[in-house]
């Protein structure tokens, strides 16, 4: 059987797949997967039968390259599709610069706060990660066995720290991390939702009084979205001992407290009625239970929300209720003393799905300016959705997640355990609880508010210049004092250059000065120094002149460099 013969067997398959999965109503995110196969195999057909064209889909036409040797037998088609893999990028020159600045505030805000960095391996053992994300484990990318170890690609940054802690018997440590993980999932890259992805963590391990560190975690991720400019955003906190109450309450079974709690997490994105209609259809839920539920996690507000718990006597007979009540009043006073309260809300509805988190748990989300955190925010047309009767559509609270975390205590404590059972160790928990900052959304949200003309991408101060006669080992000469200097600078590649196409390298790569020289001021021992600013003098527009030897200086100077 020929290969495009193979492929469309393959084909034919996957098409009654997909066809047998809609007709019985799989779950979406299933469908979803399998329509990108099918529609993968369709690509890879197209190509295998020698059309090269531009496919209906609106990937870019297959780039075939030319036999070339013995590599490749005549006649046969060796096309590619020239494109990065789904759910991953390239990003330009630009876009770079703006991610590094992001980048080094991080950074800079994490160490402000004493954090040191660590790394860790991209992809660790399979069983290091499983079981660890709730439903989000189907999320995790495998990799084939290289040599007698199944490992997968990391899914997050928290857990191989966890194992980190446990594996080095660290007992107490505040550290960040910035690396890239990897998720199979259905990617928006507009929204900047990929498989491929930095993940920016800051994480305080160790036994400390009870909310000091958790109100700390919440200062830090107010200063670094601040100081990134994301717009206005809200920091939704709730504590997984008063969901785990709510359920406990509500009758929610123990076997199925984690997944009804990944339905509950849903609510930022989808009306109750769908949630509800999963909890009964999907997950077998008792109606008048997940009926209970709703009443407790479509509750939101500020501290005062917590006296409104605290009169609701059914659930403060839970001890688990109590404890994390009295938790949160600690935090909304550490909060208003780390001047951060206004930009929190307690959210019963925040779940958050995975499986470690053990107390207090944040998400940061993006809001509209004129909508208070408490409120429903706009859609993406701008306009509230407005139920039957006239209530706001809880579903579109959030415009887009951009950090998230929590406290988990007993993550490190399972690793310790390993230890322990194969003679290593003994168990010990190392209480611990950070937030993780959703680069590839936050470097969305800020570059699509920048003009890209504006944006520089090096870091050149000046840029050589001749007037006439191209002048280039005068040039050279230049360039080298001042790179001699620390200056940053640049020259054209060319022994005669256009004076023209030199001033628009300095305005196309936003360089803000440029050293002047011709065969006049060479004789005469001088230089001039051209501002390439708009909103300059007459005289520095045009070039002012200084002595050569006074030219470093004076460029520092106008640079606000420190001598």
Same mark, same amino acid.
């Given at each position: 059987?020929?290969?495009?013969?193979?492929?469309?067997?393959?084909?034919?398959?996957?098409?009654?797949?997909?066809?047998?999965?809609?007709?019985?109503?799989?779950?979406?995110?299933?469908?979803?997967?399998?329509?990108?196969?099918?529609?993968?195999?369709?690509?890879?057909?197209?190509?295998?039968?020698?059309?090269?064209?531009?496919?209906?889909?609106?990937?870019?036409?297959?780039?075939?390259?030319?036999?070339?040797?013995?590599?490749?037998?005549?006649?046969?088609?060796?096309?590619?599709?020239?494109?990065?893999?789904?759910?991953?990028?390239?990003?330009?020159?630009?876009?770079?610069?703006?991610?590094?600045?992001?980048?080094?505030?991080?950074?800079?805000?994490?160490?402000?706060?004493?954090?040191?960095?660590?790394?860790?391996?991209?992809?660790?053992?399979?069983?290091?990660?499983?079981?660890?994300?709730?439903?989000?484990?189907?999320?995790?990318?495998?990799?084939?066995?290289?040599?007698?170890?199944?490992?997968?690609?990391?899914?997050?940054?928290?857990?191989?720290?966890?194992?980190?802690?446990?594996?080095?018997?660290?007992?107490?440590?505040?550290?960040?991390?910035?690396?890239?993980?990897?998720?199979?999932?259905?990617?928006?890259?507009?929204?900047?939702?990929?498989?491929?992805?930095?993940?920016?963590?800051?994480?305080?391990?160790?036994?400390?009084?009870?909310?000091?560190?958790?109100?700390?975690?919440?200062?830090?991720?107010?200063?670094?979205?601040?100081?990134?400019?994301?717009?206005?955003?809200?920091?939704?906190?709730?504590?997984?001992?008063?969901?785990?109450?709510?359920?406990?309450?509500?009758?929610?079974?123990?076997?199925?407290?984690?997944?009804?709690?990944?339905?509950?997490?849903?609510?930022?994105? +989808?009306?109750?009625?769908?949630?509800? !209609? =999963?909890? /009964?259809? %999907?997950?077998? #839920?008792?109606?008048?239970? @997940?009926?209970?539920?709703?009443?407790?996690?479509?509750?939101?507000?500020?501290?005062?929300?917590?006296?409104?718990?605290?009169?609701?006597?059914? +659930?403060?007979?839970?001890?688990?209720? !109590? =404890?994390? /009540?009295? %938790?949160?009043? #600690?935090?909304?006073?550490? @909060?208003?003393?780390?001047?951060?309260?206004?930009?929190?809300?307690?959210?019963?509805?925040?779940?958050?799905?995975?499986?470690?988190?053990?107390?207090?748990?944040?998400?940061?989300?993006?809001? =509209?300016?004129?909508?208070?955190?408490?409120?429903?925010?706009?859609? @993406?047309?701008?306009?509230?959705?407005?139920?039957?009767?006239?209530?706001?559509?809880?579903?579109?609270?959030?415009?887009?997640?951009?950090?998230?975390?929590?406290?988990?205590?007993?993550?490190?404590?399972?690793?310790?355990?390993?230890?322990?059972?194969?003679?290593?160790?003994?168990?010990?928990?190392?209480?611990?609880?950070?937030?993780?900052?959703?680069?590839?959304?936050i470097f969305s949200v800020v570059y699509s508010r920048m003009q890209s003309a504006e944006v520089k991408a090096n870091r050149t101060k000046v840029y050589?210049?001749?007037?006439?006669?191209?002048?280039?080992?005068?040039?050279?000469?230049?360039?080298?004092?001042?790179?001699?200097?620390?200056?940053?600078?640049?020259?054209?590649?060319?022994?005669?250059?256009?004076?023209?196409?030199?001033?628009?390298?300095?305005?196309?790569?936003?360089?803000?000065?440029?050293?002047?020289?011709?065969?006049?001021?060479?004789?005469?021992?001088?230089?001039?120094?051209?501002?390439?600013?708009?909103?300059?003098?007459?005289?520095?527009?045009?070039?002012?002149?200084?002595?050569?030897?006074?030219?470093?200086?004076?460029?520092?100077?106008?640079?606000?460099?420190?001598?």
């Open positions: 059987m020929s290969n495009v013969e193979q492929l469309r067997k393959q084909v034919d398959e996957q098409a009654l797949t997909v066809r047998q999965l809609k007709s019985s109503k799989a779950d979406k995110e299933q469908v979803t997967e399998q329509v990108a196969l099918l529609l993968g195999l369709k690509e890879k057909l197209r190509i295998a039968g020698g059309d090269n064209s531009n496919s209906s889909s609106g990937t870019p036409a297959a780039a075939t390259p030319k036999a070339s040797g013995g590599n490749s037998e005549a006649g046969k088609s060796t096309g590619f599709t020239l494109k990065t893999a789904k759910g991953t990028k390239d990003y330009t020159a630009k876009e770079m610069a703006v991610r590094k600045e992001i980048f080094a505030t991080l950074t800079e805000v994490f160490e402000n706060h004493g954090a040191v960095t660590i790394d860790t391996p991209v992809f660790e053992l399979k069983e290091i990660l499983m079981g660890k994300y709730g439903e989000d484990s189907k999320l995790i990318y495998d990799l084939k066995d290289q040599g007698g170890e199944e490992c997968s690609l990391r899914y997050d940054l928290t857990v191989p720290f966890a194992r980190h802690v446990a594996m080095n018997g660290i007992t107490n440590i505040k550290r960040y991390q910035i690396a890239k993980v990897y998720r199979r999932d259905q990617p928006a890259m507009t929204k900047g939702r990929m498989r491929e992805f930095y993940q920016c963590d800051y994480d305080i391990a160790g036994a400390y009084d009870a909310m000091i560190p958790d109100a700390e975690c919440v200062r830090v991720t107010v200063e670094v979205l601040t100081r990134v400019d994301v717009g206005p955003f809200v920091v939704k906190i709730n504590h997984r001992k008063i969901l785990d109450a709510i359920f406990d309450v509500a009758g929610v079974p123990e076997e199925k407290v984690r997944m009804i709690s990944s339905a509950v997490d849903k609510l930022d994105k +989808l009306p109750w009625a769908d949630v509800r !209609r =999963e909890m /009964v259809e %999907d997950k077998g #839920l008792d109606g008048a239970v @997940a009926d209970r539920i709703g009443e407790y996690v479509q509750l939101r507000g500020g501290a005062e929300l917590l006296d409104k718990l605290e009169a609701m006597p059914e +659930l403060m007979a839970s001890e688990k209720a !109590r =404890e994390g /009540v009295q %938790d949160m009043r #600690l935090f909304f006073r550490y @909060a208003a003393i780390f001047n951060v309260v206004d930009y929190v809300s307690l959210d019963m509805s925040l779940a958050r799905g995975l499986d470690y988190y053990t107390g207090i748990i944040y998400e940061a989300v993006l809001v =509209e300016e004129n909508v208070r955190p408490t409120q429903a925010q706009p859609t @993406a047309t701008g306009a509230k959705e407005v139920k039957e009767g006239g209530d706001i559509d809880e579903s579109q609270v959030r415009v887009g997640s951009i950090a998230a975390g929590g406290r988990y205590d007993k993550l490190v404590g399972m690793f310790s355990a390993s230890r322990r059972t194969k003679g290593k160790g003994k168990a010990t928990d190392v209480p611990c609880v950070g937030i993780s900052f959703g680069i590839e959304r050589v210049i001749s007037l006439r006669d191209g002048l280039l080992e005068e040039r050279l000469r230049i360039a080298t004092e001042l790179w001699d200097c620390g200056i940053a600078t640049e020259f054209a590649y060319k022994v005669k250059p256009r004076f023209q196409n030199q001033l628009n390298t300095c305005d196309s790569e936003v360089i803000p000065w440029a050293v002047l020289i011709g065969s006049e001021e060479v004789e005469q021992g001088l230089v001039k120094l051209k501002s390439m600013a708009k909103d300059v003098s007459a005289e520095e527009k045009s070039g002012v002149a200084v002595k050569r030897e006074d030219m470093v200086a004076e460029l520092k100077k106008r640079l606000g460099i420190v001598q």
